[in-house]
């Protein structure tokens, strides 16, 4: 099977490219800029072909999408341009993807953008109604956090000493690795028609995941709450970032912070 992946570079995107390899995965990896040591445009040394392409703007689409089974959907902006890249790229890409005969997309989102009152959220939501549209066979995988990105949550929110946040918030972490191992899953079973959530192996409050970081950094700084005000506290405390769907990843935040910090492991 010839897979194109977007975001190829991405903080998923650098795991799943080289596990659907190992995988055994014909792939055709893409980014705006891909990386310098990501091969070279013939399948250089990572046995991954490389291309540049642009969602922003639909340059390299048609190339990229030329000659693949199916196309695995992971590149996304949080942070600026979101509509345009999100939402209007989706559909710049399902359209190609249409027209190259691709028999499967997969696009990978977030659980709880059905309920989250976020932008980012609402664009993923947008884009996940976009795939379904398309003329393209589809499926979705919605996924809890990323380890590292709650790490980079509890660092900004310790910016000012004390770790702020809201203690009854809960969260489920879930490997990267193991996302990219149900990708691989949801690829070979062909297109499903559904959104299948995919979370970590617990749910975490707010106040334990940070007590957990904190101690695996050996540091004394507080907790001081600080509780989410309207639809949005409610919706992050009633556990719209989590999933009781099975299967789950194994993967837990204190293995997470063992790996990256060392120490005792415990929660």
Known sequence: MRVLVTGATGRLGRVAVPRLRNEGFSLRAVSRR?????????????????????LATGAGLAEAVAGTDAVL???SSPNRRTYEIDVLGTRRL???????????????????????????????????????AGSVPW??????????????????ASRLGPVLGDPAVLAQPVDPGEVADRLAVLLRAGPSHRVEDFGGPEVLRFDEAARAWLAARRSRRPLL????????GRELRAGALTTTATPTGTRTWADHLAHTYGGTGRR
């Open 94 to 132: 399902t359209v190609a993807a249409g027209h190259a005969g691709v028999r499967h997309l997969v696009y990978v989102s977030i659980v709880g953008v059905d309920r989250v009152p976020l932008g980012y959220y609402r664009h993923k939501l947008a884009a996940e109604q976009v795939v379904a």
């Open 225 to 232: 709450p600080v509780r989410i005000p309207g639809r949005l």
């Open 139 to 156: 499926s979705v995988l919605r996924a809890t956090q990323f380890p590292g990105f709650l790490a980079e949550l509890l660092a900004g």
């Open 34 to 54: 891909p990386d310098a040591n990501a091969g070279d445009s013939d399948g250089g040394g990572d046995g991954v072909e490389w291309m540049a392409a642009d």
């Open 73 to 75: 959907h992971l590149a």
